[in-house]
């Protein structure tokens, strides 16, 4: 949770998935690729970059104070090479699991936060395999280096 005495930058970027899962690492890939164009100055300083295995209700929390939220995940019915969509809150069959939909992250955030809520984005980057213990394929390594330079292209829009 952000107390009034913590800073926080306007735009959160939540990768997520399981970087030992091929594919599925495409969201904390991006992240990571996102933080070091920022060490290079190639990107402005107005994010703040979350990664985890999966959604959480917890997550909500993070959302606070935030002009714009992009989830970033790896996605099977991405076209590639991604997909970029407004996300509106909605009470899915994840509400309840421990994993839970962007959708249902944001309806909790209405619930919870009592805050309008910030713009927010799912970028599904388009993915092929899963398999534990592999690595990301070669095409998703491409889809990956353009939705990078979107994201780049995306904070300067938001600076």
């Not at 997520?16 to 495409?26: A, I, K, M, V």
């Amino acid at each position: 949770m952000i107390s009034s005495n913590e800073t926080h930058k306007s735009v959160l970027l939540l990768g997520y998935g399981n970087p030992s899962r091929g594919d599925d690492g495409l969201g904390p890939a991006l992240l990571e690729m996102i933080e070091e164009e920022r060490a290079l100055g190639r990107v402005a300083d107005i994010f703040d970059a979350l990664t985890d295995y999966q959604l959480q209700i917890e997550h909500a929390l993070d959302m606070q104070k935030r002009q714009l939220v992009v989830f970033i995940d790896a996605s099977l019915s991405a076209t590639a090479p991604f997909d970029y969509s407004r996300l509106e809150p909605c009470r899915d069959n994840s509400y309840t699991t421990h994993a839970i939909s962007p959708a249902a992250l944001l309806t909790v955030y209405e619930q919870v936060c009592g805050e309008p809520l910030p713009d927010a984005y799912l970028l599904g980057i388009s993915a092929y395999q899963f398999d534990l213990g592999t690595s990301i394929t070669a095409q998703a390594g491409e889809h990956l280096g353009e939705a990078r330079d979107f994201v780049r292209e995306l904070l300067l829009q938001y600076s």
